[in-house]
């Protein structure tokens, strides 16, 4: 196996590159405050953190562009079909949804979404084991299976379900923007961190002066 050398140093490329990046974008500078101590002059930690936040949002801003798109557009197809109760639940190839991997997932596993949405038989495997004998309660057993399973909204909780999953707002033009402007807040911020440093040094100095 090669490995890429640099000339000068005979480092590794990958680690000069890593070196690189680290002292240019995420090393800020910072100059000497009287009343902050900051070390050595370079500030990582903060910087990461900035980043972290804006990663963290943007992966955010992603899950709630999936929970109104994609299991959005089964609550609105539950509420359509009038889907309110467990007489009038549906299965999910009734309602269309039967390839859909993320549905079936959400169902079994996502409890925000099980939150408004209900199971007809899970409901009634739960009536079982509240009525079963302590001595049966072991050899009861579920076993989940959205391909035959009926699911509904109760009433009561169909406007909850239109707010927490609405469509309106949610669109990928509305995350981009997101994007855009978190990336621009933290490149600011993290561009503007020294002088933000200097004015807390200042207040602190006015604060110890009286």
């Known amino acids: 196996m090669y490995q890429l050398f640099t000339l000068e140093t005979q480092q590794p490329l990958i680690s000069e590159l890593f070196e ?9 500078k910072l100059g000497r405050y009287e009343n902050i101590n900051l070390g050595d002059g370079t500030l990582i930690t903060p910087t990461m953190i900035i980043l972290g936040l804006m990663i963290g949002i943007i992966i955010a801003g992603a899950l ?12 609105r197809a539950l509420n359509r079909e009038q889907c ?10 009734e309602l269309g949804f039967d390839r859909s991997i993320s549905i079936r997932n959400a169902l079994r596993n996502g409890k925000r979404l099980r939150s408004v949405v209900h199971c007809v038989e899970w409901e ?3 009536a079982a084991v509240a009525s079963a004998e302590e001595s049966e309660k072991p050899n009861l057993s579920f076993r989940w299976d959205n391909s ?3 699911f509904y909204i109760p009433a009561e909780k169909s406007i ?3 707010v927490r999953f609405e469509k309106e ?10 994007v855009i402007v978190t990336v621009v807040l933290a490149v600011g911020i993290i561009y503007f961190l020294p002088d933000l440093l200097q004015m807390l040094d200042n207040a602190i100095g006015i604060i110890k002066s009286y």
């Open 20 to 28: 690189y990046f680290k002292d240019r974008y995420f090393t800020v």
């Open 64 to 75: 709630v562009l999936r929970d109104r798109g994609i299991l959005g557009k089964f609550v």
């Open 84 to 93: 309110n109760s467990p007489e009038t639940a549906k299965t999910l190839a």
């Open 124 to 126: 009634a495997f739960e």
């Open 148 to 150: 035959t399973y009926h």
């Open 160 to 162: 909850e379900a239109d």
């Open 169 to 178: 707002g949610s669109t990928w033009k509305s995350y981009v923007i997101l």
